[in-house]
């Protein structure tokens, strides 16, 4: 009896615990775009390279490899992808990670960092269809 309580009751219980995950991770993604909107509108768009190149389709992609943008030498040369270590370590300081690059801009909280991150994240396929990255 205890047993057919507890099987029937597993799949309600990952059901909300896959809400729950979700939910956070709404809430982290309108964290991240809050912060991009303030930290990085100055020189990014979403969709358009401007000082610096669009950021939709950021993660995953290959450092320096957006058609037509100039970018610095070293990012040009830098063998990288952008995923959630790169970004954290250049967020963190660019100069430090990739000497010679022109970004002159940190995100020194760790937690808008990771924000910031799960935002990009989300504006890359397949996530790109999400409510919140559509917004922009």
Known sequence: MKTTILIRALPLCLALLA??????????IAQGQRVWQKRCTEC??????????????????????????????????ANLV???????????????????????FRVRSKEERAALIVYLKSLSAPAAASPVAAQN
């Open 19 to 28: 809400a729950t995950a979700q939910a956070q991770d709404n809430r982290q």
């Open 82 to 104: 952008w995923d959630e270590t790169s970004l954290d370590r250049w967020l963190t300081d660019p100069e430090k990670f990739l000497p010679g690059q022109n970004m002159d």
């Open 44 to 77: 990014h768009t979403l969709d358009v390279d401007d000082t610096g190149p669009h950021h939709r389709g950021v993660f995953g992609r290959r450092a320096g490899s957006v058609k037509g943008y100039d970018y610095s030498r070293a990012l040009r040369k």
